[in-house]
């Protein structure tokens, strides 16, 4: 294994909490990857202490060194990075995806900046592309949207079925998804299939039952679109328990196109994440502050619907735990950009940058119940981003403007 030492960090963002300030930051701060993890973070004053625990070897021009001591395993090469200054911040943790889908749906989004209103029934339209496409071209598109998600900075993502709502068909989007993340989510709960339009009860059968069982292999979470056009609060009554019932983690969408029962619902059965949360009523902010679910915030649903942004500011003074996705589909967002999300947070939904930055990494990690990622104490995976810019602000000061420098997931550059 390599280690890389990365010094003259000029504001390291680690979240791991101190002195009141949830981004943990530190100025002129180094950090050092090991096997794949965080093994020190500390001023830059102190980096040379640390890579004289390594013996020097030049090859080639390249400053590495070679760990020294007869307690190590092998010998283990030391690459010291300059980063001149620049923001170090967590690689992004995108929780909300469904990047497994055939054909995209830029006509509707031309219609909606027309002033035509999104429909769930949309989703219908990509089940058929979905069903139409091989495996090959599913998996080549997958592997696209990953090195597009790399590239912006997100180092975990989750990755949602939902566009062929057959029995083989979620089974296939799960194993695909499954190639690329350990999380996946089954959502065969996305809308009620054309072929059994007049028979609802029939298709919740299909999802609760053998779509359940067939998806399971593959799928760590399952979630339910509750919303007017998709699934009633009763219908999700139904399904959260029978995934529950197959011990898979459950997370909903909930209160995207208007007020209802999704987020209570969320609560009640203690889901790790709602997602959405678009139409909130006082008591559904006063439930999911007194919870541990997470609250899920999707600005770039907004940006391409047109629907009001929700206002995070409403949330976080109540105590809630605040997410950033993108939410990444053809029908409501198709974009797989976080500092997009960042940017539009800091805009329209009254998040400072320290706190979107925040829910763009350990909020997403917490909405999926990791505690490796999202954050760069000692120990944690070494995911993480090396910005164009010297601080963090800049994500939403700089809006639209390619400021992923270096992207290192694992310890290792992407
Ligand atoms: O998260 N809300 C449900 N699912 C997607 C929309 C999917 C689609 O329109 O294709 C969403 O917005
Ligand atoms: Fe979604």
Avoid at 171 to 189: M, N, P, Q, S, Y
Avoid at 204 to 232: H, I, N, Q, S
Wanted: charged share 20%; with cysteine.
């Amino acid at each position: 294994m390599t280690a890389t030492l990365l010094t003259n960090i000029g504001e390291l963002t680690t979240n791991v909490a101190a002195d009141g300030d949830p981004c943990g930051t530190l100025h002129d701060a180094a950090l050092l990857m090991e096997d794949g993890r965080v093994a020190w973070v500390g001023p830059a004053s102190e980096a040379g202490d640390v890579s004289s625990r390594f013996a020097r070897s030049t090859t080639g021009g390249v400053t590495s060194v070679v760990e020294r001591g007869a307690q190590r395993r092998d010998e283990t090469p030391l690459e010291v990075v300059d980063v001149g200054g620049r923001a170090v911040i967590p690689g992004f943790v995108d929780s909300h995806t469904h990047l497994v889908f055939g054909g995209d749906r830029a006509d509707e989004f031309e219609s909606r900046m027309a002033g035509i209103p999104y429909v769930a029934g949309g989703i219908r339209r990509t089940v058929a592309a979905t069903r139409a496409a091989s495996d090959d071209e599913l998996r080549a598109r997958l592997l696209g949207f990953v090195a597009e998600l790399h590239a912006q900075g997100t180092t975990t993502f989750e990755v949602k079925t939902g566009y062929d709502l057959t029995v083989e068909g979620e089974a296939r989007l799960a194993r695909l998804a499954r190639e690329v993340t350990d999380e996946v989510t089954f959502l065969g709960a996305h809308v009620v299939p054309a072929e059994y339009a007049d028979d609802r009860d029939g298709y919740v059968d299909l999802v609760t039952g053998p779509m359940l069982e067939a998806v399971k292999p593959y799928a760590k979470w399952f979630d339910v679109f509750c919303e007017t056009g998709a699934f009633t609060p009763a219908e999700t009554h139904r399904i959260l328990l029978a995934g529950i019932g197959a011990d898979l983690l459950p997370r909903l969408h909930a209160n995207q196109l208007g007020y209802g029962e999704g987020v209570a619902i969320g609560v009640e059965y203690g889901v790790w994440s709602v997602d959405h949360c678009t139409y909130l009523s006082d008591d559904d902010v006063a439930a999911l502050a007194g919870s541990d679910t997470v609250a899920t915030l999707l600005p770039g649903v907004e940006f391409s619907t047109k629907h009001p942004y929700p206002s995070a500011r409403r949330l976080i003074d109540a105590g809630v735990t605040v997410a950033l996705a993108s939410d990444c589909n053809p029908g409501t967002s198709f974009t797989s950009s976080m500092p997009l999300m960042i940017a539009l947070a800091v805009r329209e939904m009254g998040m400072t940058p320290g706190e979107a930055v925040w829910a763009a990494t350990a909020g997403g990690a917490r909405a999926l119940n990791r505690t490796d990622v999202g954050q760069l104490g000692v120990g944690a995976r070494a995911d993480l981003v090396v910005l164009d810019a010297p601080t963090r602000v800049h994500l939403a000061y700089r809006p639209g403007v390619p400021l992923v420098r270096d992207v290192f997931k694992d310890g290792a550059p992407v």
